[in-house]
């Protein structure tokens, strides 16, 4: 069975720009979460979807994160503009449905904001 | 509030045991975990400790959970060079995985 995948594993892009990111959770897994590594710091919880809904978003930093889970498979994770702060690894994992269950992470993202 | 601290370094010399320490504040926490990242890989689940339990061994580690001081280690007996990597220590808060900054074990061949 095929883990969570995470699309592009590295992105370099200039402040000002937009980049996307794209999860695909591990197939069947309703729960999927993003979270987000800065300069070595703690893992931080961006937020949560349960099939396509956003259950949680409250760890998002602000409005120029979108986050989006269409159809309630894949997601994308959108930063417009970005800004040097961004700079750092997206994880993105998933989980079965109900309360309690493993997270499986992806690889990550590494996120370089010049 | 939530928060998980951890010690930023270790090193120790390969085939001594290594010692990696934890706290955390949320004592509703059922679950605790230590994952272990790679250079260059994701985050690998390596175990977990249910919180009515004081210890669990699964080969050469070792995770001692003292809920009391709301302290959690893991102990990874005749460490290899294979080993080093960061180790995170998180709790689980509903369905969110509040996470440690990671302890980067360095090992010494």
């Known amino acids: 069975e095929a883990g969570v995948t995470q699309f592009p594993s590295h992105s370099v892009i200039e402040k000002g720009q937009t980049v996307t990111l794209r999860c695909d959770p591990i197939?069947?897994?309703?729960?999927l979460y993003w979270y987000r590594r800065v300069m070595g710091k703690e893992i931080k919880f961006l937020l949560h979807f349960v099939k396509e809904s956003k259950q949680d978003e409250s760890g998002m930093p602000n409005n120029r994160f979108l986050a989006e889970r269409t159809g309630g498979t894949y997601s994308t994770l959108k930063v417009q503009p970005a800004e040097l702060e961004d700079s750092g690894v997206y994880f993105c994992a998933s989980s079965q449905a109900g309360w309690g269950g493993e997270q499986f992470f992806g690889p990550g993202t590494r996120l370089t904001v010049l | 509030g939530e928060d998980v601290e951890q010690s930023l370094f270790l090193s120790v010399r390969e085939g001594d045991s290594s010692v990696i320490n934890c706290t955390y504040t949320d004592s509703s926490s059922t679950y605790l975990y230590w994952y272990k990242q790679e250079p260059g890989a994701g985050l690998q689940l390596l175990t977990y400790i249910f919180s009515n339990m004081d210890m669990k061994q699964d080969q050469r580690l070792t995770v001692l959970l003292n809920k009391k001081d709301k302290h959690l280690s893991l102990r990874i007996a005749d460490t290899q060079t294979g080993d080093s990597a960061i180790y995170f220590c998180a709790e689980v808060e509903g369905f969110k995985t509040i996470f440690g900054a990671g302890t980067r074990l360095f090992v010494k061949a």
């Open positions: 197939s069947g897994h309703d729960n």
